[in-house]
């Protein structure tokens, strides 16, 4: 079965300091990881998608494979970094729809 | 551009009684339709989805259902609630292309008490 794992629930971090938002993924095929943010007030959104090897917001994530991880990091955490963040798992090219995570409660302290 | 309209917004139910969650997508044609369930600690679950007009798909058995009546209108119902129908309920779309790239568009979610 398809699974996406968040083992932390909440995380707090001071600012300027680095953050990693771990996700661990079951799947035994070609996956496709994604991180979605929500922000205070806000809908829940796409913050990046693996297969674009893009950074936002200073955000990066690497698949590894090899661990079935795809942990999110931020070298410098900046105070409107607080949000939820969402871990999400595409099974394949064809398939329609996503499985998140428990999600990542990130506080950051200034 | 398109936008994702859901309502109602906040909703109290006594348990036993009827629910109904509407939620339409304009700006787009044949859009992938889901309805999410966000609860504390145990994240987003995928309740239903949809690739088009009476094609539903169910993830979790439960005491709902979904319809598609129209092509951008996605309806989440119950005949009778319980409890552990409380929840906040998230609707998003998506596009339904066959290259659709993971993207999914949420609207601002509906929070059902059932007492």
């Known amino acids: 079965a398809q699974r996406v794992t968040q083992p932390e629930k909440l995380l707090s971090v001071f600012k300027g300091a680095p953050v990693e938002l771990k996700c661990n993924y079951s799947?035994?095929?070609?996956?496709?990881l994604f991180w979605y943010v929500q922000y205070s007030r806000q809908r829940l959104q796409l913050l990046l998608r693996h297969i674009s090897r893009e950074s936002i917001k200073g955000f990066t994530a690497d698949l590894n494979k090899g661990e079935t991880s795809f942990h999110l990091k931020k070298p410098f955490a900046q105070e409107e970094d607080s949000a939820m963040y969402y871990c999400a798992l595409r099974t394949g090219q064809g398939a329609q729809k996503l499985v998140f995570g428990q999600g990542t409660r990130l506080t950051i302290n200034p | 551009s398109q936008t994702i309209h859901q309502w109602p917004a906040t909703l109290v139910q006594p348990v036993g009684s009827p629910l109904s969650l509407e939620c339409t997508v304009e700006?787009?044609?044949?859009?992938?339709l889901y309805w999410y369930r966000q609860a504390a600690g145990r994240g987003l679950q995928l309740l239903f989805y949809s690739v088009g007009i009476g094609q539903i798909s169910s993830e979790v058995p439960q005491n709902l259902s979904a319809s598609r009546p129209q092509d951008r209108q996605f309806i989440l119902s119950s005949k009778k609630l319980l409890l552990s129908d409380s929840g906040f309920y998230l609707c998003a779309w998506s596009s339904g292309l066959a290259l659709w790239a993971g993207e999914l568009f949420f609207g601002e979610g509906s929070r059902l008490t059932v007492l």
């Open positions: 700006g787009t044609s044949n859009p992938n």
């Open positions: 799947y035994s095929g070609s996956p496709e």
